[in-house]
């Protein structure tokens, strides 16, 4: 009756209602549990009270619709019901909408494989980036957001090397060509945090909101939808886990604004994302994109916290990539839906390297590459004879090595590149070092403290790949030294520590 009345309301008057329940537990948490322990006086009273199956049948009688055998007899038939194991009440459920129904067979019994076709032909690429960069008349863009763009038409022509943006924005806009659907939601998805996206582009005239990418859809097939949402990691993660529960042909990414921000969803990640497939067979193919990286912002805007996600990895249950070029991210985006295998992906994208001037790629490398688990040594000065030293590492400190080396033509040193974390790629991380015979040193930089990062869960993987390929070595370690906090606050302390721990890669 108050729910009717309450629904009544609503539906007259348009305002909000609230029910004001006010109730009681008559048992304890549970068949133990003995609630008179902590609550005596309280309880006294409640076992003292009638129950409602009493006071309603009291009323009943009372008015002389029922009698009082009548009543036992209802409650003796009931629990009868409930004894056999039968149903006390008919379903008032209907029949599910057939239409919503999605079939998840050819997701299951995949073995793990890192492999996928993700290549696009140049005339793909330049074709969907030239219906992209035509905008609609009457828009009137903001001229940083301009420039953008323009510098955009530059790298659909090959006149240009290619960018994070472009590389993020062509991989939706291919999937979507290829009938995939996107979804991105974010607490500032459509802009991306740090300016690099743009999918949603503002009119400065009206206000108005126009997405590029939907000029590549019909009626609505595939759908392309992109949220900025509301400033509750918790509530937005959730609800896009459920969703990509249930749509197993779409690219479901939730962005956080800093990587740091997804610990207040850390429910969602542990009991539902981590875990999920292994708990109740639920395959879930949603993306996280956690921006992440050591540039003096402070403990809470430098770590997505990669120690944490790795330690949930087991048994195949969730990807840990770190991408460090726009090629990369282009393909493993695509992967993500191409490949017949739905695993959460959570990726540390980073922040500075949005606008690196040596974090570019090439149109060919979209065409033809894939996604490297490893980046074994691509410099050409660096002659594998004469290589004394490897370097392993993840993320944007793999700049920072690589510009020391020039300065200092420290070319008797290899970098090599982990993109993939887990599942770890044991065999392409040997082929890259199988090269280096004459290897004294093999190092493992990294930018977070040494109780973080992948060093706290990745250093077993690492060195039973060095055990196999170079029996004699010892991985040491360079970073940052143990904390109770993920970053420092002081910029001028984090430029210390920084180079220190880049110094300590060549030394140690």
């Not at 993306?287 to 540039?295: A, F, I």
Request: with cysteine; net charge neutral; aromatic share 8%.
């Amino acid at each position: 009756y108050v729910t009717q009345l309450a629904l009544d309301f609503r539906n007259t008057f348009k305002k909000d209602v609230v029910i004001d329940l006010f109730c009681y537990r008559r048992r304890g948490h549970n068949e133990a549990d003995e609630p008179a322990a902590t609550q005596p006086i309280m309880y006294q009273v409640i076992r003292k009270h009638p129950t409602t199956r009493e006071i309603y049948a009291k009323k009943l009688v009372a008015e002389g619709l029922v009698t009082p055998e009548q009543t036992k007899a209802m409650e003796n038939e009931y629990r009868r019901l409930l004894d056999n194991g039968e149903h006390v009440v008919k379903s008032l459920v209907k029949e599910p909408n057939t239409e919503l129904f999605v079939d998840w067979k050819p997701y299951l019994g995949h073995k793990w494989t890192d492999h996928a076709r993700t290549g696009v032909s140049l005339k793909t690429i330049q074709r969907l980036g030239k219906k992209l960069d035509e905008l609609p008349e009457g828009l009137v863009v903001q001229r940083q957001v301009a420039k953008i763009l323009e510098d955009r038409n530059k790298m659909t022509q090959g006149a240009m090397p290619i960018n994070w943006g472009y590389a993020e924005i062509m991989a939706y806009a291919t999937l979507l060509n290829e009938g995939f659907d996107v979804r991105l939601t974010g607490e500032d998805v459509g802009r991306g945090t740090f300016s690099h996206r743009h999918a949603v582009i503002h009119n400065q005239k009206d206000g108005s909101e126009y997405i590029p990418l939907k000029k590549l859809i019909k009626d609505d097939k595939p759908s392309v939808e992109i949220w900025d949402s509301l400033l509750s990691e918790m509530g937005v993660l959730g609800f896009e886990y459920g969703y990509a529960t249930t749509n197993p042909k779409a690219l479901v990414i939730w962005e956080a604004q800093f990587g740091d921000f997804a610990n207040c969803a850390q429910v969602v990640i542990d009991q539902f994302i981590s875990s999920g497939e292994h708990k109740w067979g639920r395959l879930c193919g949603l993306t996280m994109l956690l921006p992440h990286g050591y540039e003096g912002q402070g403990a809470e805007h430098s770590s997505a916290r990669l120690e944490r996600f790795l330690q949930l990895c087991a048994d195949h249950n969730i990807q840990v990539c770190v991408p460090t070029t726009p090629a990369q991210i282009f393909h493993l985006l695509r992967r993500q839906v191409k490949r017949p295998i739905r695993k959460p992906l959570v990726v540390m994208s980073p922040k500075s390297l949005l606008r690196h001037k040596d974090a570019v790629s090439t149109l060919e490398e979209l065409a033809e590459g894939s996604f490297q688990t490893v980046i074994p040594e691509v410099d050409a000065q660096v002659d594998p004879k004469k290589v004394t030293r490897a370097i392993l590492c993840s993320g944007k400190v793999y700049y920072e090595l690589a510009e020391k080396r020039r300065q200092e033509e420290r070319w008797d040193t290899a970098i090599i590149r982990i993109e993939q974390l887990y599942p770890f790629p044991e065999k392409a991380l040997a082929d890259a070092l199988s090269p280096y015979k004459k290897l004294k040193d093999a190092v493992w930089c990294q930018e977070e403290p040494m109780n973080q990062g992948a060093w706290y869960c990745s250093q077993h993987h690492m060195r039973a790949v060095l055990a196999d390929t170079h029996p004699k070595l010892y991985l040491k370690y360079a970073g940052r030294p143990a904390s109770a906090a993920p970053a420092c606050g002081y910029t001028h302390l984090h430029v210390e520590e920084q180079t220190r721990l880049v110094n300590e890669a060549f030394e140690v």
